[in-house]
């Protein structure tokens, strides 16, 4: 192919420019006109930095809040992130094995960095001043989260997310809506004494169930283990496939869980008096992968596997209470 001259290179431009306004009925002119005239991008409008820096607000005068709060805020864009790939799985019109193995790569290696990077809650965060800078934001509680639940949603099917005491009552043919009574995080916000829904739960449900809802029917067969079904047979069978999927459903179900109750134990459990969590669980029950087996792909384990769902990760980590400091 014949090289162009830098000049007839800008002229091409050019002349693609002209091709672009001219089909959406624009006039090439006033667009040349206002790009005389329009400011330079920068980093500082580009990334929103004066605003984003402004979202950082303590409720009280404890220094080390803010590291609480930036880190929750730090885990919420990374589930965006998260939620990012998955929505471009579920959007795409043709799913292809390289494509569904680069979502959970990238999916999986920001679940990765977030798993490692907890531990700046305890680089950051003293103790005491936590206890006491915590009383200030009840009943709010990491709980309320809506994207980390809208990443399960996206994850599997409907009846993994069912506590799993109650998921032999649901047949194939059971509702979204009538399996979400018993989804397993409603189950772990009830008070066991009077059997009635904490106000952390109200709020949340309150703010955010008819969305879940609507995300859930949407999901029901464009989810991550809905799209795997689908895959050709010998992709499904792809060891390297079947590695990222259950390092995902590990990822999400027991390493960040843990790496999350580890620092539950550090900071609620003071001189052997355990102090309540915001939320109002009874979160030494509730938070333990162990106890709550959840695991999206199911069909992916062996019974053993299942049976030591979460075991070995408590042990070693939490038990042994291993931590930066
Ligand atoms: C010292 C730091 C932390 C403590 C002591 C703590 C404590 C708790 C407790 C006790 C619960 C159970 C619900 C309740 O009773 O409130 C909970 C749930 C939760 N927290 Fe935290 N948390 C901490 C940091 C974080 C961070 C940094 C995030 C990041 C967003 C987070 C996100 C969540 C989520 C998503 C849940 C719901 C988990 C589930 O339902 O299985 N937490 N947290």
Redesign the pocket.
């Given at each position: 192919m014949e090289h162009q001259s830098p000049q007839e290179d800008l002229q091409a431009k050019i002349e693609s420019l002209r091709k672009r306004y001219e089909e959406d009925g624009q006039s090439f002119a006033t667009h040349l006109e206002g790009a005389l005239h329009s400011r330079y991008i920068n980093y500082w409008d580009y990334i929103h930095l004066d605003t984003l820096l402004t979202l950082q607000t303590p409720k009280t005068d404890f220094p080390d809040e803010l590291i609480?709060i930036t880190?929750?805020q730090i885990?919420?864009l990374y589930f965006k992130l998260i939620l990012h790939e998955m929505g471009q799985l579920r959007e795409a019109n043709e799913v292809t094995g390289d494509f569904f193995y680069e979502k959970l790569y990238r999916m999986n290696w920001f679940l990765g960095r977030l798993i490692e990077s907890?531990d700046i809650?305890a680089v950051g965060?003293d103790q005491n001043q936590?206890i006491k800078f915590?009383a200030a934001l009840t009943p709010a509680?990491?709980?309320q989260?809506v994207q980390?639940r809208l990443i399960e949603i996206a994850s599997t099917d409907f009846i993994n997310l069912v506590d799993k005491d109650c998921r032999n009552k649901y047949s194939d043919y059971a509702t979204i809506e009538e399996m979400f009574e018993d989804i397993y995080?409603k189950k772990?916000?009830i008070d066991v004494a009077t059997g009635k829904k904490s106000l952390?739960l109200r709020q949340f449900e309150e703010k955010y169930s008819r969305r879940l809802l609507r995300m859930a029917n949407e999901n029901k067969i464009k989810n991550l283990y809905a799209i795997y079904k689908r895959l050709p047979f010998e992709v499904q069978n792809d060891e390297k496939i079947i590695l990222a999927m259950k390092r995902f459903d590990t990822y999400i179900n027991i390493n960040w869980?843990l790496a999350?109750y580890k620092?539950?134990v550090?900071?609620?459990i003071k001189e052997s008096n355990t102090v309540e969590?915001?939320?109002?669980?009874n979160?030494q029950k509730?938070?333990p992968p162990r106890f709550?087996k959840r695991i999206f792909f199911p069909s992916l384990y062996s019974e053993q596997e299942i049976n030591d769902w979460g075991k070995t990760w408590v042990e070693t980590e939490v038990l042994q209470n291993k931590s930066p400091r």
């Open positions: 609480f880190y929750h885990t919420e907890f809650i965060m936590f915590r509680s990491g709980f989260s980390y995080w772990g916000a952390t869980p999350h620092y539950a550090r900071y609620l969590s915001t939320g109002g669980t979160w509730y938070l709550q």
